[in-house]
Antibody
Framework: EVQLVQSGAEVKKPGESLKISCKGSGYTFTSYWIGWVRQMPGKGLEWMGIIYPGDSDTRNSPSFQGQVTISADKSISTAYLQWSSLKASDTAMYYC??????????????WGQGTLVTVSS | EIVMTQSPATLSVSPGERATLSCRASQRVSSNLVWYQQKPGQAPRLLIYGVSTRATNIPARFSGSGSGTEFTLTISSLQSEDFAVYYCQQYNNWPPGGWTFGQGTKVEIK
């Protein structure tokens, strides 16, 4: 069974750093892109970026370029989303999702349960 | 960046009725269009990819259509479990880049 299990909720202060994780299981982790999606409180979904754990090829949304770092450790089937200096506006639920790619089709077919990040002084 | 605009923002429908949700892209995205469903407190769920292909275990009452810049998700006969927020998403670039979601349509009970 394919599963993406994310790390638990975090409460941080502005200026602090943070790294959240997404562990894949039940499939070949290195063969599928993993994407990250932000959902601010009461708002819609925003595509942040994506990584291919097989070779760490990473693509960021222009909206998030320079704001976050996406990485992966294929030895432990885990992808990461990292901030070096959090802001209150980073308060959101963050989802990881596996990218299904078949022919020209692309879609996030499996999603993690989400990690709630709260940034408050 | 391709902007995806969904309408209406909220759709009030009675159980058993048909729901039609629209998604418009600011530029052509060919057939590179996906629909997701999200219920409160849950992660999104893949419904349809490639404009019209239902994902695994998605009931036949869900159907997608369209091409270019105009897309539609139709729920033929709304069931209680279908009341949720629906998002479209384009993936017009490959390798991945600049993918965007619509702002969502909330389907609520009338």
């Amino acid at each position: 069974e394919v599963q993406l299990v994310q790390s638990g909720a975090e409460v941080k202060k502005p200026g602090e750093s943070l790294k959240i994780s997404c562990k894949g299981s039940g499939y070949t982790f290195t063969s599928y892109w993993i994407g990250w999606v932000r959902q601010m409180p009461g708002k819609g979904l925003e595509w942040m970026g994506i990584i291919y754990p097989g070779d760490s090829d990473t693509r960021n949304s222009p909206s998030f370029q320079g704001q976050v770092t996406i990485s992966a450790d294929k030895s432990i089937s885990t992808a990461y989303l990292q901030w070096s200096s959090l802001k209150a506006s980073d308060t959101a639920m963050y989802y990881c999702a596996r990218l299904y790619a078949w022919g020209t089709y692309r879609a996030f077919d499996y999603w993690g349960q989400g990690t709630l990040v709260t940034v408050s002084s | 960046e391709i902007v995806m605009t969904q309408s209406p923002a909220t759709l009030s429908v009675s159980p058993g009725e048909r729901a039609t949700l629209s998604c418009r892209a600011s530029q052509r995205v060919s057939s590179n269009l996906v629909w997701y469903q999200q219920k409160p407190g849950q992660a999104p769920r893949l419904l349809i990819y490639g404009v019209s292909t239902r994902a695994t275990n998605i009931p036949a009452r869900f159907s997608g259509s369209g091409s270019g810049t105009e897309f539609t998700l139709t729920i033929s006969s709304l069931q209680s479990e279908d009341f949720a927020v629906y998002y479209c998403q384009q993936y017009n670039n490959w390798p991945p880049g600049g993918w965007t979601f619509g702002q969502g349509t909330k389907v609520e009970i009338k």
